[in-house]
């Protein structure tokens, strides 16, 4: 079974200049999350899809951060426009049941760096 | 909201010791709880998980965790650790209804020889 897959797997970016990462879930899994994971800390939730419609985006800084799931499969995550503090690992994972969280599937990462 | 709190940020210990990794978590329902490994450069794996069921729980690499519920923690153990151990170690909490999966801020695990 193939497992989550992100790209790309590096970023170094300008502030003010736009980013977008790309993530392709496990098939079949209903559920994906967007974390972001600063250095030295645990990953935080930025948002969380179920099929291809929003549960959870209480922490996303709307004012520049936004995400889409397209037909409920791959998902975008853009930040425009990025900030120095913005530099962190940005990780995708899934999970294979809507509304029971068995455990997620993580990818390896987008390490984003503002400079 | 649910929380999780990892009490130690750093953990030393020398190889083929035992080590305990601390996590209790803040809840107003019923929840699921994880560990999660992180070695450098790569996505979190998962080591183990609670549902329900039997307290004690036993995952991959020889690594255990009981869940108490009356002190709301959820410790990670191993009783002899290697030098491969050497990693960053997160404890996650999920609600069952909703998905919503949170983590603590980690703990680093280095196994000295």
């Known amino acids: 079974e193939a497992g989550v897959a992100q790209s790309p797997r590096y970023k170094i970016i300008e502030k003010r200049q736009s980013v977008a990462f790309w993530c392709n879930p496990i098939?079949?899994?209903?559920?994906l999350y967007w974390y972001q994971q600063i250095l030295g800390q645990g990953p935080k939730l930025l948002i969380q899809?179920?099929?291809?419609?929003?549960?959870?985006d209480s922490q996303l800084p709307k004012d520049r951060f936004s995400a889409e799931r397209l037909k409920g499969v791959d998902s975008t995550l853009k930040i425009q426009p990025a900030k120095l503090e913005d530099s962190a690992v940005y990780l995708c994972?899934?999970?294979?049941?809507?509304?029971?969280?068995?455990?997620?599937?993580f990818g390896q990462g987008t390490r984003l760096t503002v400079v | 909201a649910q929380s999780v709190t990892q009490l130690d940020s750093q953990v030393p210990v020398f190889e083929e010791a035992p080590v305990e990794l601390r996590c209790n978590y803040s809840s107003s329902v019923s929840v699921y709880l994880f560990w999660y490994v992180q070695y450098p450069n790569q996505g979190l794996q998962l080591l183990l998980k609670y549902l329900s069921g039997s307290t004690l729980v036993k995952g991959i690499n020889g690594f255990e965790a009981e869940f108490n519920k009356s002190q709301t923690s959820f410790h990670l153990r191993k009783p002899s650790v290697h030098i491969s151990d050497t990693a960053e170690y997160f404890c996650?909490?999920?609600?069952?209804?909703?998905?919503?999966?949170?983590f603590g801020a980690g703990t680093r695990l280095t196994v000295k020889p």
């Open positions: 899809f179920q099929n291809n419609g929003v549960v959870d």
């Open positions: 098939s079949g899994h209903a559920t």
């Open positions: 994972a899934s999970s294979p049941r809507g509304g029971r969280a068995t455990e997620a599937f």
């Open positions: 996650a909490v999920s609600i069952p209804m909703n998905n919503d999966m949170r």
